[in-house]
């Protein structure tokens, strides 16, 4: 379960540390560690940074502008960057380079990974991802987003929300479905549709802790060429899985990095209150540490599997339901232990509050309280939880599944 790390895999370690020692700033503490302009303008000088030593998608195949490295090299990166706290590029590289790409990689033609996976490295293309809808909530498979072929174009009308970074992105992966007579998970295709173009419309929405990060997208007669199909034609579910195990599942060996990291400025915060005497408190730190401790196991189980060139499968689930509800138990310590202060939010802001601060933030009750807002939402996104415990119960654990009420053609509403 526990892979070795070669001799030459800790060599190459050595010289990702030493490419961290030249091109970081001598005090450089992390990203958490600057405020909100500073940290917008370092990312966009450290992607090209990145992309000026070949460091964005190591593991993509040279022919698609990647590094060619194994997937060993790529994780000795990632943790790396996480150690050091910084990102390992955009926020839209979190879709163009971490779903996108591969899923495009693993299913898409080879015209498409010619034409697609440079410009995702090069920044040409920034990806968002259309998935939720109002109406389909949990059951995604229940969207009612429709495309129609007209010629040699698709033309896409329907609404998608809570897409994260739209408002950056020019390009956006879109499950529409294509066929309504056909039963509700068939009948789905997977669609590649550029943003820049009338009948697009973004409109943000604004999180509990006062950010933007999420948006709308609404889509009136939007064309997108007839190939820029992933997949065959009606059968993007499939699709839409492949993708859905690189989200849920390829930051399995670095949460626990950035996890311990939070998991240590919590202990400080506990001893600075001289809560770590109360049972209670050392009670729910001792099981924080557990679960980031499973967290790392897990991971190293992950990386066992990606190196046996496997893809991520259901299990991928058991992670993002580990880490999702973990780190809404942990900001609710950090919540607790502020008590009363909590609640007059004052301090520097958080730097993040997806999966985790950024390395380097203060522990001052604003952030704390910001990011424990936002991790409520770590249980909806990628998958709700019930839908995690679902699919780990029928796949992986191979339970009788749940009767359903919406089998036949699908329906709207």
Known sequence: MRPTYTAEAESYRARIREFLRSNLPSDWEGLGALGSEERRAFVQSWRATLADHQLLAVAWPKEYGGAGLTALEQVVISEEFARAGVPTGSPNDGFGIGMVGPTV????????????????????????????????????????????????????????????????????????RTAPHQPKHAGITFLLVPMDQPGIEVRPIINIARGHEFNEVFFTEVRTARTNVVGEVD????????????????????????????????????????????PLVRGRLARCHSTVEVMRWMGLRNLSTVLAGGRPGPESSLMKLLWSEYHREVTQLAVDLHGAEGM?????????????????????????NEVAMRARSGTIYAGTS????????????????????????????
């Open 386 to 413: 019930q839908i995690q415990r679902n699919i780990v119960g029928e796949r992986v654990l191979g339970l009788p599944k749940e009767p359903r009420a919406d089998d036949g053609p699908w329906r709207a509403g």
């Open 235 to 278: 059968n993007g579910w499939a699709v839409a899985n492949t993708l859905l195990g690189f989200e849920r599942g390829g930051r399995a060996t670095t949460l626990s990095i950035t996890y311990r990291e939070e998991l240590d400025r919590l202990v400080a915060l506990a001893r600075e209150r001289g809560a770590t005497s109360d």
């Open 344 to 368: 007059l939010l004052e301090g520097r802001p958080a730097a993040s509050g997806i999966a985790g601060d950024a390395v380097g933030a203060p522990s001052s009750p604003r952030s704390w």
């Open 105 to 176: 990689m693993a299913c898409g033609t080879e015209d498409q990974k010619r034409h697609l996976l440079p410009r995702i490295l090069d920044g040409t293309d920034r990806w968002c991802q259309g998935y939720s809808e109002p109406d389909a909530g949990s059951d995604l498979a229940n969207l009612g987003t429709r495309a129609r072929l007209d010629g040699d174009e698709w033309i896409v009308d329907g609404q998608k929300i809570w897409t994260s970074n739209a408002q950056t992105a020019n390009w956006i992966f879109v499950l529409s």
